[in-house]
C-alpha cells in the first residue's frame, strides 16, 4: 500500500505526474479554504434532532487531523 500511495504516479487528469500521497498534500490547503465550516472556529451551528427542538454544536476544526496528519494512515 506504501509503494501505491508514495511511489508510483497518479493517473488522474490534474495531478501532472505526482503521487496520489503528493497530490494530496498540495490540495489540502485548497480543500481548506473551501470549506464553508471554516468561516469561523467558533461558529454555532443549530441541527435539529428532535421535533420541535434544537441543539447547539460548537465547530472546533483545528481540533481534527486530516488524513495526511494521522501517522498511522502514512505508513
Same mark, same amino acid.
Given at each position: 500500500?506504501? !509503494?501505491? !500511495? !508514495? ?28 470549506? $464553508?465550516?471554516? $468561516?469561523?472556529?467558533?461558529?454555532? $451551528? ?28 502514512? $505508513?
Amino acid at each position: 500500500m506504501y !509503494n501505491y !500511495n !508514495n511511489e508510483r504516479t497518479h493517473s488522474g487528469k490534474y495531478c501532472f505526474g505526482k503521487t496520489p500521497m503528493q497530490t494530496l498534500i498540495d490540495s489540502i490547503p485548497m480543500a481548506q479554504e473551501k470549506l $464553508l465550516e471554516r $468561516l469561523a472556529d467558533d461558529q454555532i $451551528l443549530q441541527s435539529p434532532h428532535k421535533k420541535g427542538s434544537e441543539e447547539s454544536v460548537s465547530m472546533h476544526l483545528h481540533e481534527k487531523k486530516l488524513y495526511s496528519q494521522i501517522k498511522a494512515d502514512n $505508513l
